[in-house]
């Protein structure tokens, strides 16, 4: 059984800037908070361990970082270029789609080769993510392949 850390994310919201998306969509957003939420490690820059809330927003093609202690007053905000990242996403939605079109109709094997590459680009947007928020933002590689997974999710349009 594993720790829970004394430094985490409690609470995640997106503000209305990130935009209303197709029902299915907002679940798959729903199940991304809540995978983030549930085992995480996230510990800003210079400040004591804590357990920290999160909103989310989009401000000129970045993504705004508002962190807040646990009692909801402003802690920091970083604010992070999406400009490194696009490719990634791009790349990993047209691995995605080959992925779910091979479960149709292609054999194990490929599949699997598929599943592969979908999740070595991920693993390289979790990587790039970890690099970007690197002395504001300390993160696990699983934390951070969860919070690309909901940066994901939020450029998801159907």
């Not at 994310?9 to 998306?21: F, N, P, Q, S, V």
């Not at 149709?104 to 970007?132: F, Y």
Request: with cysteine; hydrophobic share 40%; glycine share 4%.
């Amino acid at each position: 059984m594993t720790e829970t850390p004394t430094s985490r994310l409690i609470a995640i919201d997106l503000d209305e800037t990130i935009g209303r998306a197709t029902p299915d969509i907002e679940h798959e957003r729903a199940v991304a908070i809540f995978d983030l939420i549930e085992e995480n490690r996230f510990q800003p820059s210079g400040l004591p361990e804590g357990r920290f809330r999160l909103k989310l927003s989009l401000i000129d093609k970045r993504l705004v970082f508002d962190i807040r202690d646990e009692a909801n007053a402003a802690v920091v905000t970083h604010i992070l270029s999406l400009t490194p990242l696009k490719r990634i996403i791009r790349d990993y939605f047209l691995i995605c789609d080959s992925y779910y079109e091979a479960i149709r109709s292609a054999t194990p094997s490929q599949i699997e080769a598929i599943d592969m590459g979908r999740r070595g680009i991920h693993n390289d947007g979790s990587e790039t993510l970890r690099d970007r928020l690197a002395g504001k933002i300390d993160l696990d590689l699983d934390t951070a392949r969860r919070l690309f997974t909901l940066i994901c999710v939020l450029h998801w349009r159907n």
